[in-house]
Nanobody, 128 residues
Framework: QLQLVESGGGLVQAGVSLRLSCAVS????????MGWFRQAPGKEREFVAT????????YYADSLKGRCTISRDNAKNTGYLQMNSLKPEDTAVYYC?????????????????????WGQGTQVTVSS
């Protein structure tokens, strides 16, 4: 089993930056792709960003494209989501997720249902 634990959330003012971390344990992180999702109150969980298992390929949701960067350090078994110029509408619980990867090292997916493992989430609140 793979365990994921997010950290780095908090209450921040609009315009600042925040880096979320996802600590992974239980299996070699390099065998899994990683995704970040978020869920605002009363809304469905939505895709934010994804990264292939080697970090060579990434993809972002349009809502955050240009304002966030997904990365990973397989040696540290940790994934990251750097978010810049935060807006009040970015307020949500942010989740990291993982899926066992096979085949192409560039593989990733944006589909929530494709991910097998999820963290408990970290709250990000952006005040105006």
């Amino acid at each position: 089993q793979l365990q994921l634990v997010e950290s780095g959330g908090g209450l921040v003012q609009a315009g600042v930056s925040l880096r979320l971390s996802c600590a992974v344990s239980g299996r070699p992180f390099s065998s899994y792709i990683m995704g970040w999702f978020r869920q605002a109150p009363g809304k469905e969980r939505e895709f934010v960003a994804t990264i292939s298992r080697t970090g060579t390929s990434t993809y972002y949701a349009d809502s955050l494209k240009g304002r966030c960067t997904i990365s990973r350090d397989n040696a540290k078994n940790t994934g990251y989501l750097q978010m810049n110029s935060l807006k009040p509408e970015d307020t949500a619980v942010y989740y990291c997720a993982a899926r066992f990867a096979h085949g192409s090292v560039g593989y990733y997916t944006t589909r929530r249902e494709d991910y097998d493992y999820w963290g408990q989430g970290t709250q990000v609140t952006v005040s105006s």
